[in-house]
């Protein structure tokens, strides 16, 4: 388990459903969302699950699942968009990636129109690289060297 100021990052466990079952049910939550796994998301003041975020490895030669990048992505319902939550949980992950994994890079893949994801990606400190199509979806690789 992580610890931020306002969150628990902890394994998703089988009463958080119906709270990410409202995010996972709202169009615009999932617009821009992929398959992966994930770290479940609670607010330390009530125990309320806000989102998700995790890592997924991607192979960059086909944008298919598995390989070398390691991608840091991101989910919350939306009553809970706009408060920090995602850059909260994002950097903390982002720095047990670094420190407590080893990792050196790290990735994230968003699509062209989801604004609110690459300011996150920003905040982290990732910086746009280049375009790429993944699951036939044009988006935006942004990484981090550590």
């Known amino acids: 388990m992580i610890e931020t100021d306002r969150l628990l990052l902890r394994k998703p466990r089988l009463e958080d459903a119906p709270d990410l079952a409202v995010a996972y049910a709202d169009p615009e939550v999932v617009r821009y969302i992929g398959d992966g796994s994930t770290a479940t998301l609670e607010r330390r003041e009530d125990g309320r699950v806000v989102g998700r975020a995790g890592f997924l490895r991607w192979d960059p030669e086909t944008w298919e699942v598995g ?3 390691t991608e840091l992505g991101w989910l919350l319902a939306r009553e809970h968009w706009g408060q920090g939550y995602a850059t909260e949980a994002a950097l903390a992950l982002r720095d047990w990636a670094f420190e407590e994994r080893g990792l050196t890079r790290l ?7 989801n604004l609110r994801s690459i300011r996150v990606a920003e905040r982290l400190g990732e910086r746009y690289e280049r375009d790429v199509e ?3 979806k044009p988006s935006r690789l942004y990484s981090l060297e550590r």
């Open 107 to 113: 990735i994230s893949l968003i699509q062209h129109e």
């Open 67 to 69: 390989g070398t990048e």
């Open 134 to 136: 993944v699951r036939g």
